[in-house]
């Protein structure tokens, strides 16, 4: 099998920018001329092995680096906004969009940003009324969608956040557990902490500096919003400084992720790092044992597997994501090629959307798609009870999964012939964008393709996709 070329031009040049050096300095530290480096910073060639192993030894760079990042974000995400019905007329060829996304980063979150800008538009004339009962209408994404893209493109992964948690989590360690750390922590900054028998899951006075948990709730919901209130009162500055890096363009935008913060510290001193990581390897992954072994929820064990991309101490690049029960999205990340539509639902024909016919069962799917590339996939339900009779029950599914190169690793792929094409589930991101031509579930066209009508003929769709 041939070896693929690198082409990582904008990421060598976000790796010179970050290390300060001229185009000349790097040029010599790496052991190449300065016009090869100019070269390969404009991907006319590819990185070479010599340059691989320069990083390597030179600045101690995780090189997997350079073969990750956001290019199979952005095109995914170019993508989808190309199928959008408004530039039908206008398809982009899939290899001019790779060519963007890694030659031209930032004109391709441009792009991305002014048809988000489009959509927002054209939503608020969907409501006509609303739009114009309004003053303060503005050209910008809603908070929450800043915030998805935030967490998204930073692989899910805050450095210094994740590090602080874990130092908290070993203080905690000698003082009984990460739970009583977490009191003591609240109790040293004159905060009581009350465990009362109400709806809401955490409660903050700052009056009386008395922090009230249900307990309704879960232990390890308990235990994770104390988690969430010492973040807040102990790491804000951390927290505040992350956020400022952020540059967020509202206020809303800003409190959404610094709450989001304070949630991604709680899950990371539930399970620390490098003690996580370590476990995961060793139970291959077991979710339920991982549950137990850290006092966490199936939900917030697979969701924090998704984030260990530490640089130089990587885990498995899994992607994650929840949904509803009418197949909207709630949570996505993607630490692997395969990427999640930003609008509308997940694909129908991935198993996440049976987990509902299924409560409290795993259910394994192979999948394939549409570019050929092959994964394991697991969804389980997560409802969630109000805490007494007549409460509403929340539920969702979720999905984690990995490419089928890495799932040998997880003891849920054990028994699966992998070896057989059709034991591969087809399935896509979007209907739009999806290239299947005989999919039963089709729900809208793909603009990309030429579609024939025969009025004398019925198959499983109207229409048949040349």
């Known amino acids: 099998m041939a070896t693929q070329k690198l082409y990582a031009g904008a990421k060598l040049r976000e790796i010179r920018t970050r290390l300060g050096l001229t185009q000349k300095e790097f040029a010599q530290k790496l052991g190449v001329s300065l016009p090869y480096l100019n070269q390969m910073e ?110 998204h493109y930073c692989d899910n992964y805050i450095d210094a956040v994740d590090r602080a948690a874990e130092n908290f989590a070993k203080r905690a360690k000698s003082e009984g557990g990460i739970r009583r750390g977490a009191i003591n922590a609240l109790n040293s900054k004159g905060v009581s902490v009350e465990i009362s028998d109400v709806d809401q899951l955490r409660h903050f006075d700052p009056n009386s500096r008395t922090l009230f948990i249900s307990g309704r709730a879960t232990t390890e919901t308990q235990t994770f919003q104390m988690l969430l209130q010492v973040a ?47 476990a995961a390897r060793e139970t291959r992954h077991d979710l339920e044992i991982l549950a137990n072994r850290f006092g966490a929820s199936i939900e917030q064990v697979a969701h924090r597997l998704s984030t260990l991309q530490r640089p130089r101490a990587k885990g498995i690049p899994f992607f994650f994501v929840r949904v509803d029960q009418a197949g909207t999205i709630t949570k996505r990340h993607s630490a692997t090629r395969l990427q999640f539509a930003r609008f509308g639902g997940a694909c129908p024909l991935w198993n996440v959307h049976r987990a509902f016919e299924t409560p409290g069962r795993f259910l394994r799917q192979l999948a394939e798609t549409p570019d050929g590339v092959r994964y394991f996939s697991l969804a389980r339900d997560v409802s969630k009870t109000g805490g007494h009779y007549g409460a509403p029950v929340r539920r969702y599914a979720i999905a984690l999964g990995c490419e089928i190169r890495h799932a040998d690793a997880l003891v849920y792929a054990d028994h699966m012939d992998m070896s057989m094409p059709e034991a591969f589930s087809p399935i896509g991101i979007s209907c739009r964008i999806c290239e299947r031509a005989d999919c039963h579930q089709r729900s809208v066209p793909p603009l990309e393709r030429q579609l024939t009508i025969n009025e004398n003929e019925r198959g499983i769709l109207p229409y048949e996709v040349g």
Do not use: C
């Open 232 to 278: 807040l009162l102990l790491s804000d500055k951390l927290l505040e400084a992350t956020l400022d890096f952020a540059r967020f363009q509202t206020d809303a935008a800003r409190a959404i992720a610094k709450i989001g913060l304070a949630n991604y510290f709680a899950g990371a001193a539930m399970m620390p790092y490098e003690i996580f990581l370590l």
């Open 42 to 151: 404009n991907n006319n060639r590819p990185v070479s092995t010599t340059v691989v192993l320069a990083l390597a030894q030179e600045f101690g760079l995780d090189v997997t680096e350079l073969s990750t990042g956001d290019s199979e974000r952005l095109v995914s995400d170019m993508r989808e906004a190309m199928a959008d019905p408004v530039l039908a007329d206008t398809t982009a060829p899939l290899a001019d969009l790779r060519l963007t996304a890694s030659n031209a980063p930032a004109l391709a979150r441009a792009f991305l940003e002014l048809h988000r800008a489009y959509r927002q538009t054209h939503e608020r004339l969907a409501s006509l009324d609303e739009a114009l009962g309004r003053q303060d209408v503005q050209m910008q994404p809603s908070p929450w969608d800043e915030v998805r893209d935030f967490f």
